[in-house]
């Protein structure tokens, strides 16, 4: 199956008064239309900046910009302003992390989702009427409870979970191809993650798109994620599919954000195990491989070498950036995994 959306070698850094910051730096993915990419990381790795670039957000004198982004075969980093405001919100649209910074304070929220409509409607001229009719119907399809009433609500007046629904059904109000959802359960409770992440799956599955997920929290990635991405320090160190992944991680990095979650067969007390140090400067990086200052089995040459992602032998679709060889990498883990569980 084709890519619906496709990245490759994308670099992205932005001039600043301390120097140039590459915040993505070489990043290639793709993936397919009723399939979801989790792309996971801390904060500042790059996992946004690599998504706002791909819809075109991120363009201006002081940002630095390569590589190639296609949507449906057609590239889009040297697409004009004019055909990228025909294609954001009608065939790629984005979930923004903060439902209360990405609605409008003062329209209400079916005025919101109307003006979606139709911005894209073209010669389909569809009416102001119409356009509600068809809000009433979107935010019922991402399940708002009395919709015919909360069509006319203004963003403050709706709880976190449902102004995230809002946002949803405007994003998939003219039915994307490609859907990236940033973070979209942040600063929710528990059981409201839980009905965002199954609302999207079920649209993705409804609608045929495909879906690219943002977020640190690797829960959310196992739960609906077909295919993970490891961002550090702007590239990507790990890539497989979600169970591959899951189950036998090949990056130092990835079992440090696999520690660090609370897991239900650890012994009660447990104490999680955070990653020692912090993400580098993205201006002056480390050399060799990047996260050798904070990890625990660094050799000597991992300080100059820098390692590519490389297919691990005998799994071609799981690629890790790190120099351990194979062997210890397999050892490694099946040690951490042992402890953790005792």
């Known amino acids: 199956m084709s890519a619906a959306l496709r990245v490759e070698d994308l670099r992205v850094a932005f001039d600043t008064r301390a120097g140039l910051v590459q915040a993505v730096d070489g990043v290639s993915f793709a993936v397919a239309p009723g399939r979801t990419l989790g792309i996971v990381g801390e904060s500042g790795s790059g996992k946004t900046v690599a998504a706002t670039t791909a819809m075109g957000l991120l363009r201006g004198p002081r940002v630095r910009v390569s590589g190639r982004v296609e949507l449906d075969g057609e590239e889009l980093l040297g697409a004009s302003p004019d055909r990228l405001r025909a294609l954001r919100g009608d065939a790629i649209a984005m979930v923004f992390q903060d439902p209360l910074s990405a609605l409008h304070p003062l ?37 708002i409870p009395d919709a015919r009433r909360r069509v006319d609500a203004y963003p403050h007046e709706l709880s976190g979970g449902m102004r995230q629904r809002a946002l949803i059904a405007m994003a998939i109000a003219n039915e994307p191809r490609v859907l990236i959802a940033d973070e979209p359960t942040t600063a929710l409770d528990v059981t409201v993650q839980r009905q965002i992440l199954a609302l999207l799956r079920r649209l993705r599955d409804e609608l045929g798109m495909a879906m690219v997920l943002i977020t640190h929290d690797l829960g959310v990635v196992a739960e609906t994620a077909d295919e993970v991405a490891v961002m550090y320090a702007g590239r990507i160190v790990e890539q497989a599919l979600a169970a591959e992944l899951f189950a036998a991680p090949r990056h130092p990095y990835t079992w440090g954000l696999l520690r660090s979650m609370p897991r239900l067969d650890a012994p009660v007390g447990s104490a999680l195990v955070p990653i020692p140090g912090r993400p580098p400067s993205l201006i002056h990086p480390p050399s060799g491989c990047r996260f050798h200052p904070r990890c625990a089995y660094v050799r000597e040459r991992h300080r100059s070498v820098d390692p590519s992602l490389e297919p691990v032998i005998g799994a071609p679709e799981h690629r890790v950036a790190c120099l351990l060889p194979e062997t210890e990498r397999r050892a490694l883990w099946a040690a951490l995994s042992a402890e953790s569980v005792r």
């Not at 409607?121 to 119907?137: D, F, I, N, Q, Y």
Request: avoid cysteine.
């Open 107 to 143: 329209l209400r929220v079916g005025d919101q989702i109307a003006e979606t409509l139709r911005a894209h409607a073209g010669a389909r001229g569809l009416s102001r009427a119409a356009a509600r009719a068809r809000a009433v119907e979107l935010l019922d399809q991402v399940a």
